[in-house]
């Protein structure tokens, strides 16, 4: 072979290496799923992998391989910190690393974090970067999670300082009460004699508000304390059940209720909170009754994929669509305190509960005919 | 000389309120003259009837916003289309325990409702209103 033509293989050879390498060479930085890019200032060419690209959510095509490109795809406000990094890079002569995390715009409008990592490899005589390449990692899952993180610790601690907020505030609010409650029922009692009508009526609107009071400051107290002890584990309905109408026993013999009870699911949950809330739901049933009619209380649940449906139905007074929500907020009353006594923290209490299980609770009704309350436990 | 006799109606749902609010206004205002409803859904029906005598339309209404089952605003929603405002100028305050901002701007929103104030009604507060817009 001549010198030429040896030269000619080799040339081809070297080619097919160098090919060979590169291929290689994406494959390795592929595989990483990290976008690079090869900045050659000098000759102003600059190359983005198409993994690159699709991090911003373009095309091979569609995007032109340009700082222009970079410096607009970035969050306007990280600008300055690439900057000043860069710069920092340079003037340590490559010592100082860069390495940022930086936020950009993506094709479909949401944010993507992105952590660079970047390498002058070349400098020219002055020290001024002649060529720069980089690696670019998509963190958008890690940044998110990190932010959920710290969003549900604050969120965490509101509710801790929330929780011991309204714990002593309703202890607080008991003290002067029992002071008001008793000197009044002194005063009604030593002053009998001395008082006339109107004082009377005065006092026995002191007590009865007082009372009232009481029963209201009891009822937020026990409403922070729910679940307090979380411990779920899997309990029997029909148990639960069972001792609540036990409890009931007399007012349901009084009343002259029928209780008519299906066989209930096993369910994960918290035995005291749950029994908590067939008590109030019951006992509901029982209170909006019709005068003249037999009560007639429907228990039982249905079975679904992934939760249990629990039903108490009554054929009492029934509730009006405009308050089947209103009944669940705190406090809501829909009857006045002389036809039917309650304090309004009833529901809230249960939907509390309830929704601590993961579940939901609602009421359906026909004015006149009678409510039932649903509420759902994930199985 | 007849002095013009001022029908002042209470919708409260609560008793002591509405026993402490007549002795108020009794006191202020001697032409004042309360009554009391604790529901509004019958005071509605009351206002709702075409037959009642333009003297027992009430000159003014103290609405309670905190009430079971139809508060306030449910009252208001009611009462603005009403027919009766054609036959007779009603004034109307809203009563609250707290002058919370949303019931303020609230109120506004309802060109029937003439003010806002706080409960419990004081000689002071009521001769206020007395002086506004009875003398």
Known sequence: ?379 | MNTKQNRILLIDDDEPTNFMSKIIIQKADENSIPSVMQNPKSALNILKNESINIEEIPDLIFLDINMPSMNGWDFLDEYKDLEIHKRKNILLYMLTTSMNDDDDVKSKKYSCVNGFMVKPLTVKSYSQIVNKHFK
């Open chain 1, 1 to 379: 072979m001549s010198e030429v033509d040896q030269l000619i293989q080799e040339n081809k050879e070297l080619k097919a290496k160098l090919r060979d390498k590169e291929i290689l060479f994406n494959h390795i930085v592929e595989s990483t799923f990290s976008g690079y890019f090869d900045w050659n200032i000098k000759e102003k060419k600059e190359y983005w992998s198409p993994t690159l690209k699709k991090m911003f959510g373009y095309e091979n095509h569609e995007l032109y391989s340009s700082p222009i490109t970079w410096q607009r795809l970035i969050y306007q406000e990280d600008l300055p910190i690439v900057f000043d990094q860069m710069d920092a890079h340079i003037k340590s002569r490559g010592k100082i690393p860069f390495d940022c995390k930086m936020r950009f715009h993506h094709k479909q409008g949401f944010r993507v974090w992105i952590f660079c990592q970047v390498k002058i490899v070349e400098w020219n005589e002055l020290g001024r970067p002649t060529r720069i390449v980089g690696s670019l990692t998509d963190i958008t899952d890690i940044k998110n999670i990190q932010e959920t993180e710290a969003y549900v610790e604050q969120l965490e601690s509101r509710n801790k300082e929330l929780q011991q907020f309204a714990y002593v505030a309703s202890h607080d609010l008991q003290e002067p009460l029992r002071t008001i409650i008793s000197f009044t029922e002194h005063m009604s009692e030593e002053y009998k004699d001395r008082l006339d009508e109107t004082a009377k009526t005065y006092l026995k609107y002191i007590t009865g508000a007082s009372h009232r009071m009481s029963e209201l400051v009891k009822g937020l107290l026990d409403y922070t304390r729910i679940g307090k002890n979380f411990k779920i584990k899997k309990i029997d309905p029909n148990k639960i059940l069972e001792a609540v109408l036990q409890d009931l026993h007399s007012l349901l013999e009084n009343k002259n209720v029928k209780i008519e009870i299906e066989k209930l699911p096993k369910i994960n949950g918290l035995e005291t909170e749950i029994r908590s809330v067939f008590m109030n739901l019951i006992s509901n049933a029982v209170k909006y009754s019709k005068k003249d009619v037999t009560p007639i209380i429907k228990i039982g649940a249905i079975k679904d994929v992934n939760v249990v449906k629990f039903f108490v139905e009554d054929n009492g007074i029934g509730i009006e669509k405009a308050y089947l929500k209103r009944i669940f907020l705190i406090f809501q009353r829909l009857h006045n305190k002389n036809e039917y006594e309650g304090t309004g923290i009833g529901l809230a209490h249960c939907q509390k509960i309830i929704e601590l299980h993961g579940g939901k609770i609602w009421a359906e009704s026909i004015p006149n005919l009678g409510s039932s309350f649903f509420f759902t436990i994930p199985a």
